[in-house]
């Protein structure tokens, strides 16, 4: 599975391992749809449906179960989003090494590159008006989040003065603020979901809190808003080492976790912790997006391979979690498909 966290790997030598994945199907997974998830689906995925570039992904938007390839093959796109209208979609495109953020008008198809640098610059997340991109960076072996306009202007790190690692920025459906991972360690083996609130030129923020209580005790990455902006979800870590070592070998596999929380931003603070869902110890999911009914979760379904130079498996499709009874169902015809979000129409 190329595209979830090869990103935040290639950072780091220590996080330098192959990313693979391909299709396939998981009989264990077969099921009814929960009764609250969506009928009609909207999604924006990374997928690896073409046999002739077995190492390049595909961007496509499926709509009820048909694929649309919004961008081919060749450029190694990954890290998807979608705005809010279904009018425009980010992504970062290129080698590992020195990926860049592009943005592009669905409706003509015209690309615009944001970034141009020498850096990897990874998972853009377009603001509610569709004027802006947030997005990390690796750059003298920090990662930052960093905020330009979508024609690739006026960038700016909102995150460089301070002494921890951020990155998986996503930005609040009503704009003010912006959810992220910060981690203290600067390891990629703890990390804690913060909340910023951003400041009024949208060139740092005015405070940032914790929204969980653990304190950086295992990891917590991949911040989710509902569409109301009271709640995240998250995934979460809770085992021996680190994720992306012992946490993606199949005897830890039952250490990860799906967790949401509420959202105080008076009290700066997140409260009513849940946990929605836990690995049965056969598979993982993860990168949870809100669906259209905020009953239920989006996510990359992953069957983890025993050795860790193919950590994100063989068997990777996408999946809806109700959490409330903690169901999963797939996404028909997703085999081979990673990165993903969720349109709501």
């Not at 299709?23 to 998830?37: N, R």
């Not at 929204?211 to 979460?236: M, Q």
């Amino acid at each position: 599975m190329r595209n979830l966290f090869c990103s935040i790997m290639f950072l780091l030598p220590v996080y330098a391992f192959a990313c693979s994945g391909s299709g396939g199907s998981d009989e264990t997974a077969k099921q009814e749809l929960p009764v609250s998830a969506p009928v009609k689906t909207y999604i924006l995925a990374n997928c690896y449906l073409d046999p002739a570039f077995p190492s390049s992904g595909e961007i496509y938007l499926i709509t009820g179960g048909s694929f649309g390839q919004l961008v081919p093959d060749g450029f190694f796109p990954e890290n998807v989003d979608i705005s809010s209208d279904g009018s425009m979609i980010a992504y970062s495109k290129g080698e590992n090494e020195n990926s860049e953020i592009y943005v592009m008008d669905i409706a003509s198809g015209r690309e615009t590159r944001v970034t141009d640098n020498s850096f990897p610059d990874y998972n853009p997340n377009l603001s509610p008006d569709k004027k802006e991109v947030v997005y990390w960076s690796s750059r003298s072996n920090e990662t930052r989040l960093y905020i330009s306009d979508a024609g690739g202007l006026n960038e700016r790190c909102i995150t460089c003065g301070f002494d921890a690692w951020t990155y998986d920025p996503e930005w609040s459906h009503d704009g003010t603020m912006i959810a992220f991972n910060y981690d203290v360690t600067k390891t990629g083996c703890k990390a804690v979901i913060y909340a910023g609130i951003l400041d009024g030129g949208h060139t740092g923020f005015e405070a940032i809190f914790p929204v969980s209580n653990t304190a950086g005790a295992y990891v917590e990455v991949d911040p989710a808003w509902s569409s109301d902006d009271s709640r995240i979800a998250f995934s979460s870590y809770e085992g021996p080492g680190c994720w992306f070592a012992e946490g993606l070998q199949s005897a830890n596999l039952n250490h990860w976790k799906l967790k949401t929380v509420t959202i105080d931003r008076t009290g700066r603070q997140g409260t009513d912790l849940k946990t929605v869902w836990q690995s049965p110890g056969t598979h993982v999911d993860w990168l949870p997006i809100w669906a259209e009914d905020d009953k239920s979760l989006l996510v990359i379904h992953s069957v983890i391979d025993a050795s860790p130079y193919t950590p994100f498996g063989t068997t990777s499709y996408l999946a809806y979690v109700d959490i409330e009874t903690s169901a999963e169902a797939k996404v028909p015809g997703t085999d081979g498909c990673y990165w993903c979000d969720y349109l709501k129409k």
